[in-house]
């Protein structure tokens, strides 16, 4: 649900107007970055980084030895100092590459109230604010369905952010590309489409590679609605105008409808072995954001059922 109104013009102002919105998102790119950045710091703080353990060369930790591990990762001189026999690990130090993506879509381009931010700035920021702390952490990045490489450093930061601003008319669903095996998907949108067309698309993204994960961005007066009385409601993708005569009226009947495209959301995520989380724009950025790195983290092994 957003509400908003289109309005309809010539060629020649349909080129103005998108010059006009071109000129203004570039003037809002450095606040936008400076912002994920201390977000990103913030959220840094407070974990340790991507460190996994693998078949790298830098030590990580000792952990204490289990049946089954290689005697010869027991490290002697550190289980002398007590009674446990400790292992060391060593840090997996392979880079891999993550797919982002947000809903770019009209539907995203709404709030319900000037204090709170549009679904699309607050996807823009925490796609942002990921890819910093990724980047930081040696990852490559790359937005799902951009043909330019991965990108890489504090560098990639700034022309990431700038493809987001130029991709500003996304549709609502990502685009289906084939992505590498060990490739791993983020997923950032209000994904109010029908489950459907989701469920379809989502598939056909699991073909490529395993490792998904979704957050479902909606405004909160999207969860509540807080209206009363009178109301039309205006459609931003086509689907026309609704007038409703009593809000109150329709109230649980809305509740129960959305809390089925939650729980359906977050079904399709266990069904494909994603991660899904949801969060309200008037909440902290950095819940989201730690929430998504920690799952990022996880690396969970997957199977499409």
Do not use: C, N
């Not at 060629?11 to 936008?32: D, F, H, I, V």
């Amino acid at each position: 649900m957003a509400l908003g109104a289109k309005g309809r013009g010539g060629q020649g102002s349909s080129q103005a107007g998108l010059r006009e919105r071109a000129e203004a998102m570039a003037a809002t790119l450095p606040p936008l970055l400076v912002q994920a950045e201390r977000i990103a710091a913030t959220v840094e703080q407070g974990v340790h980084g991507r460190r996994r353990v693998g078949p790298g060369d830098t030590f990580w930790q000792f952990r204490r030895y289990q049946p089954g591990d290689p005697v010869g990762r027991i490290d002697w001189r550190q289980s002398a100092k007590a009674d446990p026999v400790f292992v060391r690990e060593s840090e997996w130090a392979a880079a891999q590459t993550i797919y982002l993506w947000r809903d770019g879509s009209a539907s995203m381009r709404w709030r319900s109230g000037r204090a709170l931010p549009e679904k699309v700035d607050r996807a823009d920021l925490v796609t942002l604010a990921l890819a910093a702390l990724l980047l930081d952490a040696g990852e490559r990045v790359a937005l799902l369905g951009e043909p330019s490489p991965p990108l890489t450093g504090h560098h990639g930061l700034e022309r990431l952010a700038m493809m987001l601003q130029r991709r500003a008319d996304e549709q609502s669903l990502p685009p289906d590309r084939p992505l590498p095996r060990h490739a791993e998907l983020v997923l950032i949108g209000d994904f109010l489409s029908p489950l459907a067309t989701l469920e379809a698309r989502f598939r056909r993204l699991a073909e490529h590679q395993p490792h998904g994960h979704i957050l479902q961005l909606l405004d909160p007066a999207e969860q509540s609605l807080p209206f009363t009385g009178r109301i039309r409601f205006e459609g931003t993708e086509q689907e026309g105008d609704a007038l409703i005569g009593r809000v109150e009226g329709i109230r649980q009947a809305y509740a129960e409808r959305l809390q089925a495209q939650l729980d359906g959301m977050a079904a399709l995520a266990r069904m494909l072995g994603w991660s899904y989380a949801l969060s309200l724009t008037d909440r902290p950025p950095e819940t989201a954001l730690l929430a998504l790195y920690r799952r990022l983290g996880e690396r969970a092994e997957v199977k499409i059922r």
